[in-house]
Each structure stands twice: as C-alpha cells, then as structure tokens.
C-alpha cells in the first residue's frame, strides 16, 4: 500500500505530526514499535508549561513559545489539561527575592498570557502551607501553569489523526526502509505478519531511538545528535491538601515539583541523570529515590524517605545535544532535520521536543515538509478542538454538572473521572439515554467491564497495562490480585 507519509513513532511527536498531516489531506501511516506513549511521553512530570526556569539559561524563545502554547492547549482539551497555582517558597539561601519576582514577571508578560491568572506574592505562614511547609518559610511567590494527562493526549492526537484518515499501528515495528526511485519502501511487521509499504516521506519521531532508525537508512554518522537524560518520578501518599502544587529549589540549582496526584498522592520530580540506551531498560535508581526524598525534606515539615515511596516511573527524554556540561540545562527545544537519501523524497528526523510544544512541532513539521506535499489546507491545528474537548465555553464544571443530570445514578467520583478521561466522547462510553448504563464486571477501583471494552475496540489498547498505566492510571489504585484479575480477563477477552 501508498502513503504519502510513514510516520515512525507514537509518541507525542509523532501522533501530533499525524494528526496535523492527515487534516491537511494527506495520507499517513503511523507505526508504534510498542503502544501509544508507551515511553518518554508517559513518563513525564504531566505539565503544560512555560519553563519557568529555563528563563535562566536564556531560552527565552522556548519560554515565550511554550507559554503561547500552555493556552492553545488548555482550549483545545479543557477535559485533560485544567489550570494549576504554583507555589514556589523563598529560600534566603538560594535565589534572591529579586530574582524570583524579575523571572515571574517576564513569565507573565512575554507569552501573551489571556485566560490564566498572573503571580503574586503570598504569605506561608498561614493556611494552606502552615504546617505543611517547614516554619522557616515566611513568604513566597504564586504564579499559574496546567496540568495534563500525559498519555492521554497523545491518544487524542492519535484519535484525531485516524478521524482524519490516518493508519495508526501500534506494535508494529519498523523493520527496515530503503530509498526508491519515487519515495522509500518499508518493511514493517506487526502481529507476527511481515508487509511493505512505499511512502513518499518518512518522519522519524522514534524519540531515543531517533538514531537508530536513521541507521536504517544511513550509514554515515548524523551530524545531528541526541543527549539521552532520565528523567524520574516518585509518587508518596498525599503530602499536603488543596488543588496547588510545589516548586522547590534545590542547593545544586536544580528544581523538583511537589504535585497534587490522582487524588490521594502527591507526585515529586523529576530528576536529570544520563542515560545510554546501553544501560538497558530505563528505571529509577535508589540515589535518584533518595535525591527527591531529601530534597523535599528541605521543604515540607515532615520529612519523607524511600519508605514512603508507593510508586515510581523513569522515563528517557531525547534532547537535542547543545552540548551544554550539565544535563540541567541542556535545550528542552526542538530541532527538525530534512534530508533525501531519495530524490524528492523527505526524511524528516526530530530531535527533542516537550509536551507543551508538541502541537507547534506538528505544524513547523508539516513547514518544512511543504515543498515535497499539495496541502489541502493551511496551518489549521492551532484553533482546532481535540476529540472529546468541545465543552461549551471550555468549562469543565459545566459539563459535568450536565452530564451528572444525564447519569444521575452513576457513581459521582466516576463519572467526574470518565468525564476527564473521555469529555464529551463519554456518550460513546455510556450512551445516551439511560442514567445508570449497564457497566459490567467491576475490576476495581472503578475500572469496569465497559471502559476496558471501549479502550480496546476504540483507543488502541491491546495489554493489560496499556488500560492500567497509559489509558488511565487506575493500577496506582488497584491491589495486586485486582490487577492480576483484571490481566487474566483482558488476556481472555482478547485471544
């Protein structure tokens, strides 16, 4: 079969250069090795945000970019991505007071900020942060970013992509690709069953392993290059109440967030160790563990240890190698690199990229691909909705209050749940008429028979983890026979 691009990574770079191709008419096939943001765009610290700290390292294009960003993606998915304050303590010891309100203010200036609040400076020595910060904190400052399911939107881009035409394919592997006369030819294979595919173009969004699927296709080493950096989580029970979040500085300049999570956790990260793809599988170390349990121990009132840890992810972030000594400070920004090992045909590799600039990555990709393509349309992605986001007025409150009316028997806490997870595709879930839809076997943790079903024939699911860690995070909340219950249903169901 033809396409007019092959699309070699579903993560978030990838489903959203899909998603933007297939709306511009072309056709497109996009191949995930494993499932959709079964990596790197899991496993991060789940913001939408400016980079309040990459201010110091001048990135002031990246800044000002990602804030214009945090507010495009904020309308586009107000189920999945909602505002967030941030709380971030003075410490006499580290950055002066200056410094702190200077940086603020240009990060509430510099990126055209309309729908969320500025910073101000606030008291901690009262409640909420009494008692829960150490007493040596006196004041601090406040300022606004979002948050974001992570693996979700990537499935939204994925969702939006296949409305639009798109082939998605996950555990499809990429064999090999070779130039041809018109374009290249792609040996792919996925279930055990091995296809070719021809392709005018290629985009190679394999994230760490950008350079290995370019050493399918080229021999010569890549003038381009990644910095592979850990980045590492961990999840504690819930430090602190209220909808805020922490920002820490730490004495070796770096900073770690302290975040509301899942309800009855608190989410602390992230950390930046180098990694080599030579190391093996990615996974955080015990001196990661204890470099976020000591760091805010430094902050919060009751110091936390490796024992209060419940849970933990690591993920790899692919940067682009600016060549800076520190990892801290290495680029979050992107670079697109086109070559042709066939004449007229594109290969597009991506280096790096964040969250909060993957829609503006998609949209500069299919710039520097116009040349080789006939556009059915211009830039479009930038007022366009995402699957499920088109609540009226962008309020959130408002449609659940609607749909509560609409599932009135339904279990409050899971219906505010599967409205965040699907917005308005809940109908598709539910269905429209009756209040209390018949759910089936409950697995657990309000994970039921009828959500798995829709993750599976709808969103790509095909293993038990993919539902529990990546389609939702509801395993944090099951017990170990709950999960192995459910596994040995999703294997039965899907034979």
Known sequence: MNYDLLIIGGGINGTAIARDAAGRGLSVLLCERDDLANHTSSASTKLIHGGLRYLEYYEFNLVRHALKEREVMLRAAPHIIWPMRFVLPYDKGLRPAWMLRTGLFLYDHIGGRELLPGSKSLKLDKAPHKGVLESRFKTGFEYSDCWVEDARLVVLYALDAANRGADIRTRTEVLTVKPTGEGYTAEIKQNGKTETVTTTGVVNAAGPWVDAVLGKIKTTKNEQSLRLVTGSHIVTKKLFDGD??????????????????????????????????????????????????????????????????????????PLYDDKAVDASAVTRDYKLNVEEYAKGAPFLSVYGGKITTSRKLGEHAMDQLKEYYDYKTGDWTETALLPGGDLINADFELFFTDMHKRYRAMNTDLLRRLCHAYGTRITLLLGDGTSQPELGQHFGAGLYELEAKYLINHEWATSSDDILWRRSKLGLHMSDSEKAAFTDWFNAHTA
């Open 244 to 317: 805020h979040a922490y920002l820490f500085q730490n004495a070796d300049n770096r900073v770690i967030f302290a975040i509301p999570y899942e309800h009855n956790y608190t989410l602390i990260g992230t950390t930046d160790k180098p990694y080599d793809l030579a190391d093996g599988p990615v996974k955080i170390s015990q001196e990661e563990i204890e470099y976020l349990c000591d760091a805010a121990s430094e902050y919060f009132e009751n110091d936390i240890t490796p024992a209060d840890v419940v849970w933990d992810y690591a993920g790899v972030r």
